[in-house]
């Protein structure tokens, strides 16, 4: 037997590779649990924090390991950053330190959101590449595009993203190939403070975006559109410092409700707008889940086995990739069997590989998964290869038949604030235990 030390339930910011969460199956989720703001929000609304000098303050952000890393990303460009609770404060001095490193980067791939804001502040910028990932190739041919109709001469070096634009950046008309998130709050970004009128057509528009757009109005910038498929910006010479509150999660929130209708459970979910999520709850409710909306909250009941579903994955307002992973679990215990498509990432299904672990029925061809359901899971020790097949391999393991313990935790805690303080006051037996890096053990 491993000895095995209990951590506080405190969010955690380190990234030992060796932390383990064992839950034991065969519980169902209930209660209620408040969702705090969204990492994929709160990342971009640091970086467009660097496009005015002076003092902006996020509120509701999440204490997670991505919001440290980024905290590093910008102190290393030039800025003061302090974290106190769910507050961040950025300070921006005049002049910035155009260049980010490739351990931070390759770290946090949302770090490639500074190279619109700075280019823009700088009209230079060194950006380390930040390579594929777990999920995927992950391109940045869409941002690069963008840039250089806006006026930058842009080049990879030495694998770094190089970019100029010395007589700063002007208005451009942009089309972009596939609604790309990144791409679209990049080149936003830049957009404010170019020159003349940027017209960005097929734009992300994802509630982050909208988020985004709405702290860069607030700070001054002239943005119409955010939440269509076509963005307006008005470049303006200068933007303010302000304060601004975090979108709730809308991916940890449907974390939960996936988990509620996997365990046939009862949860009500907190700090987020049902419609972020809409097709999410829909496809819960076409699986026999009871679903009641509020105007920032929804409970989810599941009273009997859920029944199959078809699910594809496509860019907001569609079903969101990073719940791929929650809608392959709710499919692996469904009765009857469901076509999962994901076209987003080429890479997700890694995820599916681990879960089979677990006895799920599981056959992938190309971007689709056969799943066939199973009334329960077994238990096994599983791999989290990324933040959603983390939680999502968690959140299976309570269907399981015994203890199931996830190994390589470390990247839930990018994601998931307080994620076992959570399913504790969900009803879940659950301890999270620091198992020595020791081959004997198998790690
Ligand atoms: N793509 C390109 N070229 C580009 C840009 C994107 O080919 O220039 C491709 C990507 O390779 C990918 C697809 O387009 O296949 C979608 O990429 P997108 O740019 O939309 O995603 P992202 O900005 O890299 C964000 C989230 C992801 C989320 C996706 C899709 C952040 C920090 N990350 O990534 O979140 O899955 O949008 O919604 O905002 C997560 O939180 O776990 C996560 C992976």
Redesign the pocket.
């Known amino acids: 037997m491993t000895s095995s030390v209990l951590l506080p339930l405190e969010p955690t910011l380190t990234m030992s590779d060796v932390d383990v969460i064992r839950v034991t199956g065969g519980v169902k989720l209930a209660g209620e649990v408040r969702v705090v703001g969204a ?3 709160a ?2 609304l640091m970086a467009a924090a660097l496009l005015a000098p002076g003092t902006s303050v996020i509120d509701n952000i999440p204490r997670i390991t ?1 919001m440290g890393i980024m905290g590093e990303v910008l102190r290393r460009l030039g800025a003061g950053v302090q974290f106190a609770g769910d507050r961040v404060t950025v300070e921006v001095p005049d002049r910035l330190h155009p260049e980010a490193d490739y351990d931070l980067v390759r770290r ?3 770090s ?2 500074v190279l619109g804001p700075l280019l823009a502040r700088c009209g230079s910028v060194r950006v380390a590449h930040p390579g ?2 777990a ?11 963008g840039l250089e109709k806006m006026g930058a001469e842009v080049s990879g070096e030495h694998g770094f993203v190089v970019a100029s634009a010395p007589d700063g950046l002007h208005g451009a008309k942009i089309a ?10 990049n080149l936003v970004m830049a957009a404010v403070l170019a020159r003349g009128t940027t017209v960005i057509d097929n734009v ?1 528009r ?1 509630p ?1 975006i909208v988020d985004l757009c709405q702290m860069l109005n607030q700070m001054g910038a002239l943005i119409e559109g955010a939440g269509t498929s076509e963005i307006v910006v008005h470049g303006v010479d200068a933007l303010n410092p302000v304060t601004h509150t975090t979108i709730g999660d809308r ?1 940890v929130a449907g974390t939960w409700a996936f988990g509620a209708a996997m365990t046939r459970g009862d949860v009500t979910v907190t700090g987020v707008e049902p419609r972020w999520l809409e097709i999410a709850l829909d496809k819960i409710a076409n699986a026999g889940g009871d679903v009641d909306h509020g105007v920032d909250s929804f409970r989810v009941r599941m009273f009997d086995r859920p029944r199959a579903v078809d699910i594809r994955t496509l ?2 307002p569609g079903f ?3 719940l791929l992973p929650m809608a392959i679990g709710l499919a692996a215990v469904a009765d009857g069997q469901s076509l999962i498509t994901e076209n ?3 890479g997700r299904f890694m995820f599916a590989e681990e879960l089979k672990r677990l006895g799920a029925d599981i056959h992938i061809e190309g971007h689709h998964a056969m799943v066939r359901g199973r009334e329960h899971l077994s238990y096994a020790e599983v791999t989290a290869s ?3 097949a983390g939680a999502g391999l968690v959140i299976a393991g309570l269907c399981g038949d015994g203890v199931t313990t996830v190994r390589a935790v470390h990247h839930i805690d ?2 998931y604030p307080n994620f076992v303080g959570d399913l504790r006051s969900l009803g879940v037996e659950v301890f999270r235990a620091e198992v020595p890096a020791d081959p004997e053990y198998g790690f």
């Open positions: 990492k994929n929000s990342l971009k991505d946090l791939r949302a490639i959101c594929g990932d999920i995927g190739s992950r391109g940045l041919d869409m941002h690069v595009a972009l190939d596939f609604p790309s998130v990144g791409a679209t709050e992300a994802e982050e991916i860019p907001f969101a990739t990073d987003i990432f080429d990324d933040i959603r990018r994601g």
